[in-house]
């Protein structure tokens, strides 16, 4: 079973749990895939608009080498401060999921997401209900965020949704 | 050209109004990803060509203009030396370090050091300069980007009304409509605390979740290592910490602001070519020089309108609307300026409302103040409500998103249309309290 795993930087060992027990059950060939979120420097860019400036970010797709993007230093650092993130990330990633095929993307991580999905053709597309930065475990209509929500309603293939554990906050009022 | 073939005053006054109309249009639409200076330069030449203003006034109006464009100059060029000098990065990381370990923290810190940045160099360069620099920082903190960058981007306006300097729309409506330093500090600064209090309290209750955690203080760089000449950032400091008081002093003594910023930046220009950290062209291209041709072509189509009588009409509809009363000046000024930033861009709503005013010389002092500190507070804060420039953008961005292509920007909005009324509403009764 070829099975993707989307890192978001918080749960690399959430998934490697996850991935334990699904390995017991039969082989997987697993990927993992980190997205570089692309829309906060696209808001940078219509902040610059705002203030009469040029877009920092160079256009997508690239322009062709006959016109080369003007030379921003600050640019260039905010993509280097971008890789390295997700260098780190794709490292963490490797501690748990140690022969997984590396996969990194650039763009809006919900549109990257269901499309390698297809492209890598995915049986299972393993993916957590928000970024861990939040520190209660909520239950509730607003636990799943918009990425992961994005994916269970596009994907190409079953999702396996992994939530955080949360035993407290049950019973839930019947 | 129309001067050959005298027209009577109401196809003249149509023709002007026709030309202004569709200049705002287009700086609203952006036809063909034109910019913008290029449109207002456009709308000032057909202007011209058709002899609906003449040579002589739209060079008069343009020199009369000289403060606005000089201090435009100096402030650009005082933040791009002194990001030059790494200033700024330095501030990132010394915030970062104050924070110990916070997210929470550190987002009190990005709305404190926006505000002085704000303050003391314009909103400007909180948008332009803080924002790539607390991205950066953010990224390899490895904290939830979207809550910083909009601390970042909404304080650089609800701060940008502390001081004269603090935007230059400011400057604009103070060169035609002066407030003595102690008027603007009591009818501005005063509000724009309860303004940034209610923008950090809001935004720690809508972002109080993601503010939970904490960061490796190793991933941080050293304050040292953030600077890279260290004699032209002592350098700098030592220039800025002149500036600032002068600042301070030009406008308590009615001192136009322009000079002081085109000293600073002249300085700031000596020390970083001495010390080779930058060229003339390096510099130069820190400036963006179309925002001039911008502001010119406002200049002179706003200057033609003025002779229509319209912008005195519309300030005859905003003092009637205000009941001749101070309450009436501050919610119609504030009301009227913030909902036309976010049509049209900052900068001609400014224009306008400046021609507009002149109307109100006439009324009592607590309703003339009124007026002109509404309108700067109007005109400063309301790009916040829609952040992304004017609500054709966001009309746009809908469009987008209705096709499911990009939704960037509407983040923004979301938040600005939550905030910003508030905000607006707030500082204009405080600053009615004040009057």
Redesign the interface.
């Known amino acids: 079973m070829r099975v993707l795993c989307c890192l978001d930087g918080t749960n690399a060992e959430q998934i490697g749990r996850a991935l334990e027990i699904l390995s017991a059950i039969q082989p997987l060939t697993v990927g993992m895939l980190h997205v570089i979120d692309t829309g906060p420097r696209k808001e940078i860019d219509l902040l610059r608009e705002r203030f009469l400036r040029p877009p920092m970010h160079p256009p997508h797709p690239p322009p062709p080498p006959m016109h080369p993007p003007h030379h921003i230093p600050r640019e260039e650092e905010m993509s280097e401060a971008e890789r390295a993130s997700a260098q780190e990330i794709l490292n963490e990633g490797r501690r748990f999921l140690a022969s997984a095929e590396t996969l990194e993307r650039e763009g809006r991580p919900e549109l990257e997401i269901v499309n390698v999905a297809a492209e890598w053709r995915a049986d299972l597309v393993v993916v957590s209900s928000r970024a861990g930065y939040r520190e209660r475990r909520e239950i509730g209509p607003k636990s799943v965020g918009h990425v992961a929500r994005f994916v269970l309603d596009h994907a190409p293939c079953p999702v396996l949704l992994l939530r955080p554990l949360a035993p407290e906050q049950f019973p839930i009022e019947r | 050209m129309l001067s050959f073939f005298p027209l009577p005053e109401f196809w003249k006054a149509l023709l002007t109004s026709l030309v202004a109309l569709l200049t705002l249009v287009g700086i609203m639409t952006r036809p063909f990803r034109w910019n913008?200076?290029r449109i207002a330069m456009g709308g000032a030449g057909v202007l011209l060509l058709l002899g609906l203003i003449s040579p002589v006034d739209a060079l008069f109006t343009l020199v009369r203009g000289w403060n606005t464009f000089l201090f435009f100059l100096g402030m650009m060029a005082l933040s791009t030396l002194a990001e030059t000098a790494s200033l700024f990065d330095w501030l990132g990381v010394q915030a970062a370090r104050f924070a110990g370990k916070s997210a929470a923290r550190l987002f009190l810190n990005v709305f404190l050091l926006g505000t002085v940045i704000s303050m003391l160099f314009s909103n400007?360069a909180t948008?332009?300069i803080l924002?790539?620099?607390v991205?950066?920082l953010v990224?390899?903190l490895?904290?939830?980007?979207?809550p910083y960058?909009f601390a970042c981007?909404f304080i650089a306006d609800s701060a940008s009304f502390l001081l004269p300097v603090s935007n230059p729309i400011n400057i604009i409506i103070l060169s035609r409509h002066p407030l003595d330093l102690l008027t603007f500090l009591r009818l501005l600064f005063l509000p724009g605390v309860v303004v940034i209090g209610i923008n950090i309290g809001i935004f720690f209750l809508l972002y109080r979740?993601?503010l939970?955690?904490s960061f490796d203080v190793a991933r941080l760089s050293s304050p040292d290592k953030a600077v890279k000449h260290k004699t032209y950032f002592r350098y700098t400091c030592c220039v800025l910490a002149l500036v600032a008081p002068a600042y301070v002093a030009a406008s308590a003594a009615q001192f136009p602001l322009s000079p002081v910023a085109i000293a600073g930046a002249v300085l700031l220009l000596a020390g970083a070519l001495y010390w080779r950290r930058t060229t003339l062209l390096e510099a130069g291209k820190g400036v963006?020089w179309?925002?001039f041709g911008?502001i010119a072509g406002m200049f002179i189509v706003v200057r033609a309108v003025e002779h229509t009588g319209l912008t005195t009409r519309f300030g005859n509809l905003l003092m009637h609307l205000s009941g001749g009363t101070s309450f009436g000046a501050v919610m119609v000024g504030t009301a009227g300026a913030a909902l036309g930033t976010n049509l049209i861009?900052n900068?001609p709503m400014a224009v306008v409302m400046n021609s507009a005013l002149v109307s109100i010389h006439n009324a009592s002092p607590a309703v003339g103040h009124g007026f002109i500190a509404a309108t700067i507070f109007g005109c400063d804060l309301g790009?916040n409500l829609t952040?992304?420039?004017s609500l054709a953008?966001v009309l746009w961005l809908l469009i987008l998103r209705h096709r499911n292509v990009?939704v960037?920007?509407l983040?923004?909005f979301k938040v600005g249309v939550i905030v910003t009324p508030l905000m607006l509403f707030a500082g204009a009764l405080t600053m009615w309290l004040l009057l």
């Open positions: 913008e200076a400007d948008a332009l924002t790539p620099i991205y950066v990224t390899k490895r904290l939830p980007v979207l960058l981007t979740e993601q939970k955690g963006s179309s925002i911008f861009n900068v790009p952040t992304v420039g953008t990009d960037s920007g983040d923004y």
